[in-house]
């Protein structure tokens, strides 16, 4: 199994800055794409941004040019860089992890709240 820990977050304010961090331990090797998600209340699981070992990334296209998603080198880690926070941005953000042979998330973090205050 993967275990996966995320820090960061917290009260930002509009047009500022946060950043999210999340370690992996666990079985790592099986460990493929990471990435980013939230979930605001009433709200569905959305992808925020993920990245792949060979560090190709993807993003939702409303944290296009304002968010910027980075992995370790040792593949056990993964960022999140919040530019240009909106009130929008508001949600519990989980980290995930795929298992590298299925392409599937199936390992999550247990959230961590990103208020932006407008």
């Known amino acids: 199994q993967v275990q996966l820990e995320e820090s960061g977050g917290g009260l930002a304010q509009a047009g500022g800055s946060a950043r999210l961090s999340c370690a992996a331990s666990?079985?790592?090797?099986?460990?493929?794409?990471m990435g980013w998600f939230r979930q605001a209340p009433g709200n569905q699981r959305d992808m925020v941004a993920t990245?792949?070992?060979?560090?190709?990334?993807n993003y939702t296209d409303s944290v296009k040019g304002r968010f910027t998603i980075s992995r370790d080198n040792a593949k056990t880690a993964v960022y999140l860089q919040m530019n240009s926070l909106k009130a929008e941005d508001t949600a519990v953000y989980y980290c995930?992890?795929?298992?590298?042979?299925?392409?599937?998330?199936?390992?999550w973090g247990q959230g961590t709240q990103v208020t932006v205050s407008s």
């Open positions: 666990g079985m790592i090797y099986i460990i493929g794409d």
């Open positions: 995930g992890a795929a298992n590298w042979r299925t392409g599937r998330f199936d390992y």
């Open positions: 990245i792949s070992r060979s560090g190709n990334t």
